[in-house]
């Protein structure tokens, strides 16, 4: 198994993991948020999917964009399957460059993010993506917790 292989391997297994989590989240339950500063449920995994989209037209620029007009502005889903649906065709294209890089792409390869103070080589860039990804999860797992649902078992 090559680098390309196991960065695609651990974006799998993120994200099959967050389904795991977003799915248990009852529809009643998608609104909650523990306070007033914090994200509800569903705007948790709408900004995990949003993100990795921004993250891969950054990838694609070598850098971040000067302006992002997302897709996902303005859409409004009150349901997990439907953000997982409508993502669905921007997550295929995120695995798809995955898929097409080389390895010496990994390390070749600067992502300027000067302006959220960093400059990462594109192999550390995409396990940071994953982090991010895994991040939220967990903190979800707390909402689940502290809201009182039972938790989902991802370590499987």
């Keep these: 198994m090559n680098s390309i292989d196991l960065i695609l391997l651990n974006f799998n297994e993120v994200r099959r993991r967050s389904i795991k ?33 921004y993250y891969h037209l950054a990838i694609l620029n070598h850098g971040s964009l000067p302006v992002f007009d997302s897709p996902f502005e303005g859409r409004t889903f009150t349901t997990v399957n439907a953000e997982l649906e ?5 997550r295929n294209q995120f695995i798809e460059t995955i898929r097409s890089l080389t390895e010496e792409d990994l390390i070749n390869i600067n ?5 959220s103070g960093y400059i990462r ?6 396990l940071r993506i994953a982090y991010h ?4 999860t967990g903190q979800l797992l707390d909402y689940l917790r502290t809201s009182g649902i039972p938790r989902p078992v991802i370590w499987d």
């Design 21 to 53: 989590v977003w799915t248990s989240i009852p529809v009643e339950k998608l609104q909650w948020k523990p306070d007033d500063e914090a994200m509800t449920c569903l705007e948790m995994i709408r900004h995990v999917l949003e993100s990795e989209h």
């Design 86 to 90: 409508f993502a669905a065709p921007y």
């Design 111 to 115: 992502i300027d993010r000067s302006d």
């Design 121 to 126: 080589d594109l192999g550390d860039m995409l």
């Design 133 to 136: 990804e895994s991040i939220h």
